[in-house]
């Protein structure tokens, strides 16, 4: 059999994975594929990828197809420091505004809908960009004139991935700078689910125990990569010309297991997607190892 093809986020939110697969030599069990959320959920809905993380949203709408895998996952129960909005007005401002919203992750994009409307109580236009166009030049990048108009700029942006962490880490001048897992903790109570890890149903049928192996490598890769969180983040610190100690916050600050405080964060997030009309229904959840999370309704 052809080994398992694995998709795998090129985000820092993953490096620890990365990091203990090289450490213990898993990955010559799979095929590495790495890609931002929004290919890598194409590429397992097309069949391309056996395996995969996933934006939660994009599991919840394909649930019947797919299965997930035991205790693995990417959460924060608060901050997150990695999805931000970053505005030229107070959220609770942005009624009508124009808010450019990323495509490279679909979950963030409903999380950030969820927010606007039900937390902060407004209806903005929401704009979709293209990877590429989200990196934020200043405070002249923002603006709130003359909301009501296509061709007018942008009053507040979406920001995922490295980019969030770099504005998090020091907001730009004259601007609001939210980071939206801590606001949805505050709003719901409940711990945020990026993104989960997931096998083609059929794949998973057929070929269990290729399953199995994988999820128990990508566990032991998980705990051996955040065991040595510290080493990570001075290796990766001139890469990404971020301070080690920010990196090593980051990945500490990170949930990368999947329990029922996630299973409640999950079913939490699908009941806001479905109000705000991105998901039809919330789907019956199932799992590629029956009763390692007390089973969703």
């Known amino acids: 059999m052809n080994l398992p093809r694995v998709g795998h986020i090129a985000f820092l939110n993953c490096a620890p994975h990365l990091h203990g697969l090289e450490m213990r030599r898993g990955s010559d069990r799979m095929h590495l594929q790495p890609g931002v959320p929004s290919a890598l959920n194409r590429q397992i809905l097309a069949g391309e990828l056996d395996i995969s993380p996933m934006s939660s949203i994009e599991y919840l709408r394909n ?9 693995l996952g990417i959460a924060s129960d608060g901050p997150v420091m990695s999805i931000a909005i970053v505005s030229s007005v107070p959220p609770t401002s942005l009624d009508g505004a124009r808010v450019g919203l990323t495509s490279t992750s679909a979950t963030s994009w409903v999380l950030a809908k969820i927010l606007l409307r039900e937390w902060w109580g407004v209806s903005p236009v929401f704009v979709p960009e293209m990877p590429g166009t989200s990196g934020l030049q200043g405070p002249s990048d923002l603006s709130p004139a003359r909301k009501d108009e296509a061709t007018d700029p942008l009053v507040a942006r979406l920001l995922i991935g490295d ?11 004259g601007t ?21 890890w997931a096998a083609r149903r059929a794949y998973a049928e057929r070929f269990p125990e290729t399953v199995a192996e994988v999820t128990s490598i990508l566990t032991q890769a998980r705990d051996a990569g955040l065991r040595d969180a510290p080493a990570l983040a001075r290796r990766l610190a001139p890469l990404e010309k971020l301070p080690a100690s920010l990196l090593e916050r980051y990945f500490s600050t990170l949930h990368y297991g999947f329990g029922p405080r996630e299973l409640d964060g999950l079913n939490a997030f699908a009941d806001g997607a479905v109000r705000v009309g991105d998901l039809q229904s919330v789907p019956r959840l199932a799992w590629t190892s029956p009763g390692a999370v007390a089973t969703a309704a």
């Open 63 to 71: 649930a019947a197809d797919l299965c997930l895998l035991p205790d």
């Open 163 to 173: 980019p969030a962490l770099r504005v998090l880490w020091k907001p730009e001048p």
């Open 176 to 196: 609001w700078t939210i980071d939206l897992g801590q606001e949805w903790t505050r709003y719901t109570g409940q711990s945020m689910v990026y993104a989960v």
